[in-house]
Each structure stands twice: as C-alpha cells, then as structure tokens.
C-alpha cells in the first residue's frame, strides 16, 4: 500500500492587492460585523428569557472564544480583560453543563454578570479589530478544539 503525501496545496488568492487591503479594514466596516452582534445578542436574550437550546449556547460560547482568541493574538484587543473574558467563559461552562444535565439553559445571578461583561469587551473587540485579526484568531480558535485545548461539555454520566 503507497503512502500517503502530505502536501497540501494552499489555495490561491486571484487577487492579492484587494485581498490585503480588505484584511486591513475594521470589521466594524462590514454589515456583517451588525449580523454577528446581532446573533449574540440574540442568543443572551434567549438564555435570559428561558428559551434557548444547545445552538444558542454553542454561539454564546464561540463569542467568548472569539474574545480571548482577539486578545492573544494583538494585546491590544483587551489583554487588560482578560480575568472578565476567563470569567464569563467559566460561567458559560457551569451553564452549560448545568442545562445540558437539566435540559433548560439559564444563568444564575453572578453568571450573567460576567456573561453581560464579556459580552460588553467582545462588542468592544469587533469594533477595534480588523478583518484579518478576525481570521487569525478564528484559526487560533480552530487549532485549539483541533488540539484538544479547549474544554467540551459532556453529559455527566
């Protein structure tokens, strides 16, 4: 049996010039930057309403690991909050694994605190960065579940 190759071509980029200028623009400057704050914000009020399942947590979640993802990658995205963003991502796991053990989602008290600052510095991150600071932590997040660094929410069993 022949062996495997590892090459991997990378893709090709049509128009490299467009392609750089873009990655240098804020992400504030796209209609997408809204739509993303739009379906965070979205899944909070279903979680603080009593009406949310796995996928609003799951968004909930990928919106804090976007935030320290931003941080690590340029300090300069909130590297001073990083203990609020660590904060509301424990206080998404202890939600989470509470609602997926009572199959309903809700924060208490102090968890939706943290959670509402967290989400505060992540609006805050998504009008500072730029495209390509977006994709870069992006990778960032993927290489970590990828790597197994990132913690999952498991039944208790």
Known sequence: MKKRSKYRPRRIILDPVSWVISGMKPV?????????????????HEVTQGKADRNSVDILI?????????????????????TEIKAAQDAIYT???RGVAKNKFLFTGLEMQAMNTGMEVHDAQLDTCTIAELETAI???????????????VEAV
Request: net charge positive; charged share 25%.
């Open 95 to 97: 939600m989470a694994k």
């Open 139 to 153: 990778k960032y997040v993927y290489e970590a579940i990828k790597h197994r660094r990132a913690r999952p929410i």
């Open 28 to 44: 504030s400057s796209s209609s997408e930057a809204i739509n993303l704050k739009i379906k965070n914000h979205q899944a909070l």
């Open 62 to 82: 990928a919106a804090m690991n976007m935030s320290e993802a931003l941080y690590i990658i340029n300090a300069d995205l909130g590297k001073q909050y990083a």
